[in-house]
């Protein structure tokens, strides 16, 4: 059974910069859009940004000129590198292909952007 495993969270100081990473446990993705999200009000998960397997990108306004996703299909890994980090952004990150399923939400990966 497919599982999405995050990993590249930590602790940076404003203005700094994390790589986090998606990889697949059977190796191949299998979805033509997969995206990084983060929790957003209660309970819901706000997309953060995609990419489709045509290379297409999309991002929220609130990261826009700070985050870039990246697909490496030999390795089948999706990168979210983010660059100018804000306290704003602390949050759990994780990734789900689009629409989201709920079995493959995972533990996601803790970013936290504090002095």
């Known amino acids: 059974q497919l599982q999405l495993v995050q990993s590249g969270g930590g602790l940076v100081q404003p203005g700094g910069s994390l790589r986090l990473s998606c990889a697949a446990s059977?190796?191949?993705?299998?979805?033509?859009?997969m995206g990084w999200y983060r929790r957003s009000s209660g309970k819901r998960r706000e997309l953060v940004s995609s990419?489709?397997?045509?290379?297409?990108?999309y991002y929220v306004q609130s990261v826009k000129g700070r985050v870039t996703i990246t697909s490496d299909d030999d390795r089948n890994i999706i990168d979210l590198q983010m660059t100018n980090l804000k306290p704003e952004d602390t949050n759990v990150y994780y990734c789900?292909?689009?629409?989201?399923?709920?079995?493959?939400w995972g533990q996601g990966t803790q970013v936290t952007v504090s002095l």
């Open positions: 789900n292909r689009i629409p989201d399923e709920d079995k493959l």
């Open positions: 059977t190796g191949s993705f299998e979805f033509s859009r």
């Open positions: 990419i489709g397997s045509d290379g297409s990108t």
